[in-house]
């Protein structure tokens, strides 16, 4: 019977056919999809930069692409937009291909495998000692937690995520309810909303108030997580998870699991339109990213909302919530690190925060650090739209945590979801739920152990 060493030079002969037929397949996907614009200065370094925006919001990232080629000569970025479904795999094929663009925007939970893999390089080594401390005194933290593995720099922010309350007003006066009347802990909050649910004659929801959901939503609020930042350890059944996770459950359980399903399934789910359920009025409370102030400038002009941070349980930690958000890395073997590290510090305010600011404020992005939130045209933006400053006051908080920095992040985050969602339709309870989830990243860290992989 073969053991642990005679499998791994097979694993990598095997591996190294893989990355031959991905080359070839890579071509074969490079060609089947569009091409680059023309160059407008073909004198120039150039800049190859994949994304993943769209629509309105690709034309916002070629307003940024060509601030930055008219603010110096020396270099341009050409800009790729990829379909979304396709990025992650067509960035690996060019990788294998030896063809990388030069640099690229991703929200995917992609660093620490990516890292781990070395396939983006650590961008801190492009930076000065000076720089570097600079990075790390100045930045949200947040912002500095979503590009970290290992303590090297993979990824910069140029757009962090959080979640606070959104509030319907109207749904406020209709009950006789006040905004100044809005509990300031979690329980109070779940309380006092029950007034503004709203059932139909067969006694099915047909709007709910408020009712607290996601286990990585409030889980830090309960002085849980799933990472200790401090120990570097992945942590998942513990204490304060299961309080947080128990809670969502006898939440949801008031209003009654079938009932809930039911009313979830009957929503149109929309990320960029007036499809989010808070527009159509399905909900009067809800959390949700900064990104729907935006939105509702947009799709609902009219409508009367204010934002409040999401209120902890009693007892515990305030301004905590889950994080992501949009990073820029450098794949290993671009063509032109330097072009694309200075269009990186261009884009996220690293340099020049104030010019920066302008940018964010075209995207409804919350920034990399105070620096760019306190310029002009930002306090400017806020002043426009003050729902905006709810996410801000909530940046510098130390409790606002993504997922553990660890190369099996999409496995754990699977597996997250799963844990929730079991315990969210009572198939399992609170305390089965997390367990299964433990005993399933135990299986899977033995496994890369055994296989030779960092866990």
Not at 83 to 95: E, G, H, I, Q, R
Not at 153 to 164: E, F
Request: with cysteine; hydrophobic share 40%.
């Amino acid at each position: 019977m073969s053991n642990i060493e005679d499998i791994r030079p097979r694993r990598r002969t095997r591996a190294l056919w893989a990355a031959a037929i991905a080359a070839a397949i890579g071509t074969l996907v490079v060609l089947a999809l569009p091409g680059p614009p023309p160059r407008k200065y073909p004198g120039r370094i150039p800049v190859r930069f994949w994304h993943m925006w769209t629509a309105e919001w690709k034309d916002v990232v070629d307003d940024i692409v060509d601030r930055f080629n008219e603010s110096q000569n020396v270099y341009e970025v050409i800009p790729l937009s990829i379909p979304y479904t396709a990025a992650d795999s067509k960035f690996l094929l060019a990788v294998a291909g030896g063809d990388p663009p030069d640099v690229m925007a991703q929200w995917n939970s992609v660093i620490p495998k990516w890292a781990d893999s070395k396939l983006i390089i650590p961008l801190d080594d492009l930076m000065t000692p000076g720089e570097w401390q600079e990075f790390q005194e100045t930045v949200y933290p947040a912002a500095q937690k979503i590009g970290m593995y290992q303590g090297r720099l993979y990824g910069v922010t140029t757009g962090l995520n959080i979640r606070a309350n959104y509030i319907r007003l109207d749904h406020l006066r209709e009950a006789g309810l006040s905004p100044d009347d809005i509990p300031e802990t979690l329980e109070e909050l779940c309380v006092w909303s029950q007034q503004l649910h709203r059932f139909n004659e067969s006694g099915d929801l047909i709007r709910i108030g408020f009712m607290p959901q996601n286990l990585y939503d409030y889980a830090p609020a309960f002085g849980g997580g799933f990472y200790d930042w401090k120990t570097g350890q992945v942590q998942i059944d513990t204490p304060e998870n299961r309080a947080a996770l128990q809670f969502l459950v006898d939440e949801r359980r008031k209003l009654g699991f079938d009932k809930v399903v039911r009313f979830i399934s009957g929503l149109a789910i929309g990320l960029g339109n007036v499809e989010w359920p808070f527009i159509s009025g399905s909900y009067t409370i809800t959390a949700d990213g900064q990104w729907r102030v935006e939105q509702l400038r947009k799709y609902a002009p009219e409508l009367e909302y204010i934002t409040r941070p999401v209120p902890p349980p009693k007892g515990g930690k305030e301004h905590a919530g889950w994080v992501n958000g949009n990073f820029m890395i450098i794949p290993r073997g671009a063509a032109c690190v330097q072009g694309a590290w200075e269009f990186i510090k261009f884009w996220s305010g690293l340099e020049n925060p104030e010019r920066a600011a302008e940018f964010y404020t075209w995207g409804g992005w919350l920034p990399l650090s105070p620096a760019i939130a306190e310029a002009p045209i930002f306090r400017k933006y806020v002043e426009e739209f003050p729902q905006f400053q709810t996410f801000l006051d909530m940046l510098p908080s130390e409790n606002m945590l993504p997922m553990p920095p660890v190369p099996y992040q999409v496995f754990l985050w699977d597996r997250l979801i799963q844990a929730d969602e079991a315990a969210m339709r009572g198939t399992l309870t609170a305390e089965e739920a997390l367990d299964r989830f433990e005993r399933e990243i135990a299986r899977e860290r033995a496994s890369r152990k055994e296989l030779g992989y960092e866990e």
